[in-house]
C-alpha cells in the first residue's frame, strides 16, 4: 500500500465512529470488487479491536445510499433474529458502524462512499475448499441465511444492480462487447464466443419460468461463493454470511448454484491450466446435503430439482461476465495480471463442460436429499 492510499484510509477512518488509537491498517480479502482495509485500534488498557473499512465501488454499485438502506434493514433484521436465538449477533451477521454523523456511510471528497463492519473474530474466508466438511457448513449456512429471511419484508429491498442473474441480458451484452470489440480481442477469444452462443438456448430457462410464475422469489443473497462466508476457526462452522451487495429478491437455484460454481471446482477461480479444473461431485454432495438441510424444508420440489440446473447457470453466466469484461478491457473485476478475466472465463466454461458430462450424477445426488 502507498504512503499516499494509507494516508487517504487513515483521513476516511476519522470521520467514522471509530475509539482508540489507530495502530494498524493492511488491505485485506480477496473481493473482487471493492476495496477492503482491516484496522486495528487500542482502546486503552482494554486491548485491540479490529474494524473493517471498504471503499464501494461506484462503477458496480450505482445507488450505495439505498444499497447501505438494503444493508442496514437486512442486518438489524438479522441481529435482532440471532439475539431472540441466543446467538452471537456480533459474529454471526454484518454490523455496521456508523459514520460520526451517524449515517451508515461517508462520502468522500471524491465522490466515493465508505463504509465500516465489525470484524467478525476468529474466522476465515476461503478462497478454495479445504475440506468437504467445511463445504458443508458453508451449504448449511447459506441454506439458514435464506431461511432466516423468509420473513423479512422484501418489498423494502432495492435491486442493487439491475438484472443481475438475468442471464439472457447477461448474453446479450456479451453479443454488444463482441460486437463493440473495444480492445480489439475478440478475435482471439472466438472458441470461448463460441462455446457460449452453442448453448444460447439455455440461457433463458429461469428468466422464462419466473416470467410465467412458475418459480418462488425469495430474499436470496446472489453472489454464495465461498469466500463470502465466515467459517468459525475452532467449530468450522460457517458462522456469518458476508457480502450482502446483493442480497435482493432471487431464486434458491442461484445462491445453489453460485455456491458450486466456485467452491465444487477442483481449482481457483482463476487457474490457468485448465486440465486441474473439473467439478468434484464430492463437494457436490457435501453442499447438497447442507444447503438442503440449511433450509429445513422450505424449498418447493420444483425449486430442489431445479438445483443442478442452478450450478450449470450460474457457472455459464459468470463464464460470460468474465469474456465480456475481457472483451471490455476489464474494467468490472479487479485484475491483476493480463488475461486475468479470461482465464478466470475459460474455468467456467470447463466447469460447464464438466457438469455436463456428470448431469446424471448431480441429479441424482440432488434426488437422495429430497425427502
Ligand atoms: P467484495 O465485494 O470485494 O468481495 P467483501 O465484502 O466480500 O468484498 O470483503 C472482502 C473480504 O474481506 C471477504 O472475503 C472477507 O475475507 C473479508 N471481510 C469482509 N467483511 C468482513 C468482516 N466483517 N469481518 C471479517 N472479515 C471480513
Ligand atoms: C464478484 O464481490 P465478490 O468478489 O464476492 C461478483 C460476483 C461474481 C464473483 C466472481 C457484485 O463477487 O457476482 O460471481 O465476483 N460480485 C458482483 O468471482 O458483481
Ligand atoms: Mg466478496
Sequence with gaps: MTREEKDRVEYIASNFQF????????????GHINDTYLLTYGIGKMGYIRVILQRMNKNVFPHPVELMENIVNITTFLHKKIEENGGDPYRETLNVIPAKDNMPYYKDSDGDYWRAFVFITDASSYDMVEKPEDFYQ???????????????PAE????????????????????????EDVAGRANEVSREIQ??????????????LIDKKELPIRVTHNDTKLNNIMIDNYSGQGICVIDLDTTMPGLAAYDFGDS????????????????KVSCSMELFEAYTKGFIEGCDGRLTRR????LP??????????????LTDYLQNDIYFKTSREGHNLDRARTQFKLVEDMESKWEQMCRIVKKYIK
Excluded at 19 to 30: D, R, V
Excluded at 262 to 275: N, R, V, Y
Excluded at 309 to 322: P, S, V
Design 195 to 208: 462455446f457460449v452462443l452453442d448453448r444460447e438456448s439455455d440461457a433463458g430457462f429461469f428468466v422464462d
Design 303 to 306: 425449486e430442489l430439482e431445479l
Design 138 to 152: 458453508s451449504g448449511l449456512a447459506f441454506g439458514k441465511f435464506q431461511c432466516l429471511l423468509a420473513d423479512f
Design 260 to 275: 458450486i460454481r466456485f467452491g465444487a471446482s477442483t481449482a481457483k477461480e482463476d487457474e490457468p491450466d485448465l486440465s
Design 19 to 30: 475509539e482508540g488509537k489507530l495502530m494498524g491498517l493492511i488491505p485485506w480479502g480477496n
Design 309 to 322: 440446473m442452478g450450478a450449470k447457470m450460474m457457472t455459464y453466466e459468470c463464464g460470460m461476465r468474465f
Design 156 to 179: 423494502k429491498l432495492h435491486e442493487t444492480i439491475a438484472d443481475f442473474h438475468n442471464t439472457k441480458r447477461r448474453l446479450s451484452n456479451l453479443k454488444k462487447a463482441v460486437e
